[in-house]
């Protein structure tokens, strides 16, 4: 046995090698994780044909489950060491995360997910307040720039409320899609899917915390996503400004919400290599502010914190 993966919560997972087989074991405290939900979520994926692991065995009552190795090939660690066309993998990956948001129209009852509401997204901007400039930078906002603040997180909000809503693996990224011998790519940590804005995966996947690409290549792949989405997702009047909008303001909502847990896991979890992808995610807020002037409040008042960022 050999540890397989490090993990932004509480799990723990282990590489199980014997004579016969690989295999991973998690070990989810049931306390603080829900293995039921987990195995709910996989098989529910599956059957729309997203890869996710076969579960080989479970005990929920201490929180362990069994699973089929994907092995160590991150999408990652295929594009930072070129091991593989960034075109082929992420033209994979958007026709897995499709079949993904097709579950909300298809099955809609098959998971009892909670719905990424206003308060859980305004949530989450305002840990870029707590653990990001109060606590990280140790500045407390006057007045003013509380009031600012407060209308950015409203404005994010109903950006992502005006969206189609559908399944939302939330963490749609090159840490948590593995490169498999075939065409598909494997998809894990989707136990905390919701329902929410139609963008918002897209976002996390194009607009990536630990990998950037030009504007240009977003903006194709984007394309390809939207044309594939109005096709199988029943959305034929979205027109590709509207789509582009709303991706730029879901990344936002998100990249304001990891600026503030990246300095949360480094100060409350103690995991400080977070702190080193700070400066592209400060990146992407300083470019989107700039790209709409409707933001031009929110850039001056917090542009200069955020890009404090790059010091890290």
Request: glycine fraction near 4%; charge should be negative; aromatic fraction near 12%.
């Amino acid at each position: 046995m050999e540890p397989a993966s490090a993990d932004a919560s509480f799990r723990r997972y282990f590489r199980i090698i014997t004579a016969q087989q690989r295999c991973i074991l998690m070990d989810a405290p049931p306390e603080v994780e829900n293995v039921a939900k987990f195995v709910a979520n996989a098989d529910a994926l599956r059957a729309l044909q997203v890869k996710t692991p076969n579960v080989y065995a479970r005990d929920d009552a201490l929180g362990f489950l069994l699973l089929e190795d994907f092995g160590d090939t991150t999408y990652l660690r295929a594009l930072t060491q070129a091991q593989t066309p960034p075109d082929a993998l992420y033209h994979q990956a958007i026709e897995s995360l499709i079949r993904l948001q097709s579950g909300y129209q298809l099955t809609p009852n098959a998971l009892s997910l909670p719905a990424y509401d206003a308060d859980w997204l305004s949530m989450e901007v305002g840990l870029f307040r707590e653990w990001y400039v109060e606590r990280h930078l140790g500045v407390t906002l006057n007045s003013e720039q509380a009031a600012i603040l407060t209308g950015f997180q409203a404005q994010l909000v109903d950006a992502c409320l005006a969206q189609p809503q559908t399944w939302v693996h939330r963490d749609y990224h090159s840490r948590n899609l593995m490169v498999l011998d075939g065409e598909q790519p494997g998809v894990l940590d989707f136990q905390d899917m919701v329902i929410g804005p139609l963008s918002y995966d897209i976002a996390s996947l194009l607009k990536d915390c630990y990998i950037t690409w030009p504007r240009s290549q977003q903006m194709a792949w984007l394309n390809a996503y939207w044309e594939q989405a109005c096709a199988q997702l029943n959305l034929p009047n979205l027109d590709f400004a509207t789509l582009t909008r709303w991706y730029d303001f879901a990344a936002l909502q998100r990249h304001m919400k990891v600026l503030g847990i990246f300095c949360r896991l480094n100060y409350r979890d103690s995991k400080p290599h977070y702190m080193n992808d700070l400066p592209l995610v400060a990146d992407y807020v300083l470019e989107t502010l700039a790209r709409y002037p409707e933001f031009e409040p929110v850039q001056a008042a917090f542009g200069d914190l955020i890009s404090q960022a790059a010091t890290v």
